[in-house]
């Protein structure tokens, strides 16, 4: 899974996140196969849908 970047951060005021980043560049993965990909790694890392983020992190400090 070269297509698939993971990030680990820790934010003073929001906490620790994992981010699971795959990316079909050219159109040859597919969206579903993209979106299979992260809920593999989500369940890896025992994330559960009701835990998913979709904004991002300043988003999340302004709704503070």
């Known amino acids: 899974m070269d297509n698939v970047k993971i990030h ?3 934010l003073v005021t929001l ?3 994992i981010e699971v980043e795959a990316i079909d560049k050219d159109d040859t993965i597919g969206i579903e196969r993209v ?3 992260c809920f593999q790694f989500a369940t890896f ?3 559960r849908p ?3 983020v979709a ?3 300043s988003d999340l400090q302004l709704s503070e």
């Open 15 to 17: 906490g620790s996140f």
């Open 50 to 52: 009701q835990q998913f």
């Open 8 to 10: 680990f951060d820790k």
């Open 35 to 37: 979106r299979e990909q």
């Open 55 to 57: 904004h991002s992190y």
């Open 45 to 47: 890392f025992g994330i």
